[in-house]
C-alpha cells in the first residue's frame, strides 16, 4: 500500500497541481472571531476545459505567487494521497 506525501516546495506543488490541470484561488472569511482570514482552495477541471471559479463558491482565481506565499503565511503543506486526491494540513501535522 502506498502512503500518502506532503509537497512543501513551491516548485513541487505548483507542478503537481498543473499537471492535473488545477488552479490556485484565495477566498475571504471570516473565522469565529469575526476576523477575516485567508482561506486557500485549488480548483481542478473536469474534463478537457480548464478549472473555472464562480462567484458563489466565494473564491477568486489568483496568481501562484500569492497562493503561495499565504500558503507559507499559515504554515500549511500540501497531502498528496496514491488516489490523487489532496488537501491542504498544517505543516505541524507532519512531525
Known sequence: MTQAHMLTRHRDIQNWVSDRKGTPA???VRNSLGEMRAQLKLRFAQ???PASLSVEDGMSPCSWTAWLAELDR???ALKV???GQCELVSRQAMN
Open 26 to 28: 484565495i477566498a475571504r
Open 47 to 49: 474534463g478537457p476545459k
Open 74 to 76: 499559515q504554515q500549511l
Open 81 to 83: 494521497e496514491p488516489t
